[in-house]
């Protein structure tokens, strides 16, 4: 993983990507901990997409307490929004590269 950002003021933008995954096969929600800075709110804060990850389209990155979640909309799932998993990665050269911009209390 790497990742990057600014901030200015109280807005953080934070850009990156993921990438050389050995699982590939479990239902656990990637996510990328270790925020710069804690957020004020949790929410949707930016966008994200991947490549080779299966049947599905990243659509959003999701602030949670001081780590992202990748939202995603599967074709399997009839368009339902859902965490970006794991399993959802086809080989292990899969990649995720997001920037977002959420509001911090500091």
Do not use: C
């Not at 307490?65 to 998993?85: H, M, P, R, Y």
């Amino acid at each position: 993983a790497s990742a990057r950002y600014t901030k200015v003021g109280n807005k953080v933008t934070v850009w990156g990507s993921l990438s050389n995954f050995s699982d590939r096969t479990t239902s656990v929600t990637i996510s990328m901990s270790g925020l710069p800075f804690a957020p004020a709110n949790a929410g949707l804060a930016g966008t994200s997409l991947g490549t080779f990850i299966n049947n599905v389209q990243i659509t959003a990155v999701n602030v949670v307490s001081e780590a992202f979640t990748f939202v995603l909309t599967s074709a399997s799932s009839g368009g339902n929004t859902i965490a970006l998993q794991h399993a959802n990665l086809t080989i292990s050269s899969s990649a995720v590269k997001f920037t977002a911009t959420y509001e911090t209390a500091a």
